[in-house]
């Protein structure tokens, strides 16, 4: 998508992280997280290679988003509006929305995430809200953020191409950043300039003009005149007419005579090839004033998300919900069965949500005190909706039950982890009010019993050994969970159980220096 061959370019701009680290590197801003912008129609289409299961595309929607959480992000997920152009790559764009919309919202609100519907592209308004500071990132293969004025944009190759086959590949993602002392003369104006001459989604350039010329004409100075241009004069004007004519004269001049010396070649064909067709105004115009709430007058859509200038910070107000989750779940897939949600919400969902129960007690610290995690603030802000725990005084274990480990690894940019033991009892609870029992588990075969004697016969007069068919079985789901959560955000959150463990480890330290001597 987007311009061919400019990733490529953009490359001495690139750094690589890990997902976990990326997260962390905004705890400290007052969002409490890495902002991260979505293209709700880019994961539509990844939705669909999903087969498996019913709503299979829902299902994989589903699961990125419990990864998502997992890692710690604050998304922001934004969908297509009705302003968005008719045509893209020459074909026509179909603009009725997409089946999954509703259902991904869905899923989006009970995962505590934030989602807007853009007037136009979602790609061109994440660039707005990139550059205004509403987010600090875009998660996205598209290179044409950058057109639209993105600073900042994060690709995670893993998530799209199956060449990644180990944990610590999935979890790497490369962070584009611009402007980058790599390309100090280098902005918008003259990356909109390369996909003019090259081909972008809105047109296909100039014959034989790839991104290495291209680059080197915008270097000379052509994209940011012929933008300013645009920008100063009425598409129709004279004015405009007469700068184009002589625009593309000294464009084909450095063309047949490399001038500036950024030009990987002469090209005097080139040169005498031109279309009269060359620039598209309406192109250009595209690029430089694509339909946003900005450019609509209607940027206090997103007051609730700025940080800053007296803003509301919604950011620091959702929390997902583990009942309506469960719901969800229950309503759209085929596992949606009590015991089959709390055990797959134990691998996948309690992991996210515990990250988040620790950064609603560092939110909460200033006013709650150490007793920030607790039964009530947890039932309070992570089961929206009529689903809250009735019995709150009986008592319950310890949600946080000790600190037993450090580590540091690969995946996760060898940032520092403490290995933490948790009671998940309450998070069970939470999401079981979301069951209503809608589905049910496969009945049991009243004749499995018999079955096993036949088998088990058949197995003894064959000479094999013993065989019992396999009952899947749930386990309790209430047992201990041991996880690595990183250090910075355990350290705020139960600032006591860290210290102690600290405390145990320097005594065997001693100890063991001890026996040294």
């Not at 311009?3 to 905004?26: F, I």
């Not at 705890?27 to 902002?35: D, E, L, V």
């Not at 009671?423 to 069951?435: E, F, N, S, W």
């Not at 004697?453 to 969970?481: C, F, H, I, Q």
């Amino acid at each position: 998508m987007g311009v061919a061959g400019l990733w490529p370019l953009l490359e001495p701009a690139q750094s690589v992280t890990t997902l976990t680290a990326l997260a962390l590197t905004k705890f400290g801003a007052t969002s409490r997280g890495f902002r991260i912008g979505i293209d709700a129609s880019i994961w539509f289409f990844h939705a669909e290679y999903g087969k498996e299961g019913e709503n299979p595309e829902l299902r994989t929607l589903f699961f990125r988003c419990a990864q998502l959480l997992s890692q710690g992000f604050l998304p922001l997920f934004v969908f297509d509006g009705p302003l968005r152009p008719d045509i893209k790559r020459g074909k026509r764009i179909n603009k009725s929305a997409n089946k999954l919309v509703t259902g991904m919202q869905a899923m989006i609100e009970a995962f505590g995430f934030e989602y807007r519907t853009a007037p136009g592209e979602a790609e061109a308004e994440l660039a707005f809200l990139n550059r205004i500071g509403v987010i600090d990132g875009i998660l996205s293969d598209d290179v044409d953020n950058f057109l639209f004025g993105a600073h900042t944009v994060i690709r995670n190759h893993s998530s799209t191409h199956a060449s990644a086959k180990s944990t610590i590949e999935k979890a790497k993602v490369y962070t584009y950043s611009l402007p980058h002392p790599a390309f100090p003369d280098v902005d918008r104006e003259d990356l909109i300039f390369i996909a003019l001459c090259s081909g972008g989604d809105y047109g296909t350039g100039l014959d034989n003009c790839g991104i290495k010329i291209s680059y080197g004409l915008a270097r000379a100075g052509f994209g940011k005149k012929l933008c300013r241009a645009a920008l100063n004069h009425n598409e129709k004007s004279d004015e405009l007419r007469n700068f184009i004519r002589q625009w593309k004269s000294e464009l084909a001049q450095e063309l047949k005579t490399n001038a500036s010396g950024f030009l990987p070649r002469k090209s005097p064909k080139l040169a005498s090839t031109i279309p009269n067709s060359f620039p598209d105004i309406k192109v250009l115009l595209a690029y430089l004033r694509p339909v946003t709430s900005e450019s609509l007058g209607r940027s206090e859509r997103y007051d609730d998300l700025l940080v800053n200038d007296g803003g509301c910070d919604g950011w620091l107000k959702k929390d997902p919900s583990l009942p309506l989750l469960a719901e969800k779940c229950e309503f759209y897939f085929e596992w949606g069965f009590l015991e089959s949600i709390i055990k797959r919400f134990r691998t996948i969902i309690f992991h996210g949500i515990i990250l988040r129960i620790m950064r609603r007690a560092c939110i909460l610290k200033p006013t709650c005190g150490a007793k920030s995690i607790n039964l009530e603030t947890i039932c309070a802000h992570f089961a929206a909706g009529d689903h809250a725990i009735e019995d709150t005084e009986s008592p319950t274990p310890e949600f946080i039950q000790d600190v037993s480990k450090t580590r540091t690894h690969e995946s996760t940019s060898n940032t520092l982890e403490y290995r933490v033991a948790i009671d998940p009892t309450i998070l069970v609870q939470l999401a079981t009010r979301g069951v209503k029992g809608i589905r049910r588990p496969d009945d049991k075969d009243e004749w499995a019993e018999f079955e096993e004697e036949l088998e088990n016969d058949s197995s003894v007069n064959e000479g094999g050994a013993k065989g019992r068919a396999k009952k899947k079985e749930y386990p309790d789901p209430t047992l201990s969970l041991k996880l690595w959560l990183p250090a910075v955000l355990v350290k705020e959150a139960v600032p006591g159980l860290v210290e102690t463990y600290e405390e145990m480890r320097r005594q065997k330290e001693e100890k063991k220096a001890g026996k040294g001597r």
